[in-house]
């Protein structure tokens, strides 16, 4: 199996330059996780956009929702062992 | 070869093994020791690639993460019709029928880091069904509804059949046999 980059913030794999941020792929980040002037979000803005993904696409509960998001991030480069302020 | 490529090398042939054993015994009753006689190795040498069972079954489930997850994102490319897209997650799911279907039934006794296989999975299924159905939906051509209960309503379909795929398939792969129908069926419950 081809071991694939992904997102520093999110972990989303890297299938695509169009993944990428501003599909640059000298960035680290996917398109979720930058804001629209292409800079990474701060860590509360993607908690709540992955966490919002969760509920709006598979109607998870708002707070399970939340830790599974800050569980999913707290493995990633960017925000490694980072927990949410409560 | 080199000594690292020698254990990557080993490494893949302990997890191809315990995938197999998996696929027909399911994670509780696939043993360390079974693993290691499929792969000709001593028991102790299948601790030196996962440190314990549960790292394991881990890496069992993450890696059918991760070809799903793939798969579906090459056949949903651009441009599928909502039709297109469930029948590319049915396919995805027919070609691992069997190991999905373990995971569907003894997922939540599995080690906690699980759960975020699982959710990785079906954010990707659910990203590409939605990300066509939403426009058909503002367009009047999907009937309009909450998304998550368009997503979930198509998700607990397919996982009925599948759990219980003895009952609707016994000699073969129910998705193979009843995708159409699956298929058929949600577009008619869900087109106007």
């Given at each position: 199996?081809?071991?694939?980059?992904?997102?520093?913030?999110?972990?989303?794999?890297?299938?695509?330059?169009?993944?990428?941020?501003?599909?640059?792929?000298?960035?680290?980040?996917?398109?979720?996780?930058?804001?629209?002037?292409?800079?990474?979000?701060?860590?509360?803005?993607?908690?709540?956009g992955?966490?919002?993904?969760?509920?709006?696409?598979?109607?998870?509960?708002p707070?399970?929702a939340?830790?599974?998001?800050?569980?999913?991030?707290?493995?990633?480069?960017?925000?490694?062992?980072?927990?949410?302020?409560? | 070869?080199?000594?690292?490529?020698?254990?990557?090398?080993?490494?893949?042939?302990?997890?191809?093994?315990?995938?197999?054993?998996?696929?027909k015994?399911?994670?509780?009753?696939?043993?360390?020791?079974?693993?290691?006689?499929?792969?000709?190795?001593?028991?102790?040498?299948?601790?030196?690639?996962?440190?314990?069972?549960?790292?394991?079954?881990?890496?069992?489930?993450?890696?059918?993460?991760r070809v799903l997850?793939?798969?579906?994102?090459?056949?949903?490319?651009?441009?599928?019709?909502?039709?297109?897209?469930?029948?590319?997650?049915?396919?995805?799911?027919?070609?691992?029928?069997?190991?999905?279907?373990?995971?569907?039934?003894e997922?939540?006794?599995?080690?906690k880091?699980?759960?975020?296989?699982w959710?990785?999975?079906?954010?990707?299924?659910?990203?590409?069904?939605?990300?066509?159905?939403?426009?058909?939906?503002?367009?009047?051509?999907?009937?309009?509804?909450?998304?998550?209960?368009?997503?979930?309503?198509?998700?607990?379909?397919v996982?009925?059949?599948?759990?219980?795929?003895?009952?609707?398939?016994p000699?073969?792969?129910?998705?193979?046999?009843?995708?159409?129908?699956?298929?058929?069926?949600?577009?008619?419950?869900?087109t106007?």
């Open positions: 199996m081809e071991n694939q980059a992904g997102c520093v913030s999110c972990g989303m794999p890297f299938r695509s330059i169009e993944d990428h941020a501003m599909s640059d792929p000298a960035k680290d980040y996917c398109r979720h996780c930058a804001r629209p002037d292409g800079t990474l979000k701060s860590y509360d803005e993607a908690l709540t992955m966490s919002g993904f969760f509920q709006h696409t598979q109607g998870v509960d707070a399970v939340r830790k599974m998001a800050a569980e999913t991030m707290a493995h990633q480069p960017a925000w490694r062992g980072r927990q949410p302020a409560r | 070869m080199k000594r690292a490529e020698q254990k990557a090398e080993t490494r893949r042939r302990v997890l191809t093994a315990a995938t197999r054993l998996v696929e015994r399911g994670f509780q009753r696939t043993r360390t020791a079974d693993v290691a006689r499929a792969t000709r190795l001593s028991h102790g040498a299948v601790f030196v690639h996962f440190q314990s069972k549960r790292a394991l079954e881990l890496a069992v489930a993450r890696a059918l993460g997850t793939d798969r579906i994102h090459a056949l949903a490319q651009e441009g599928a019709s909502f039709r297109e897209v469930l029948q590319a997650h049915l396919r995805c799911l027919e070609e691992h029928e069997e190991l999905y279907a373990r995971l569907l039934v997922g939540p006794l599995l080690p880091g699980f759960s975020q296989t959710t990785g999975i079906q954010s990707a299924v659910s990203h590409h069904l939605l990300r066509v159905a939403e426009p058909a939906m503002a367009a009047g051509t999907i009937k309009r509804q909450p998304p998550h209960l368009l997503f979930n309503t198509w998700i607990g379909l996982h009925h059949y599948v759990v219980n795929r003895k009952l609707f398939a000699n073969g792969s129910v998705l193979r046999k009843h995708g159409r129908m699956l298929v058929d069926h949600y577009l008619a419950l869900v106007p």
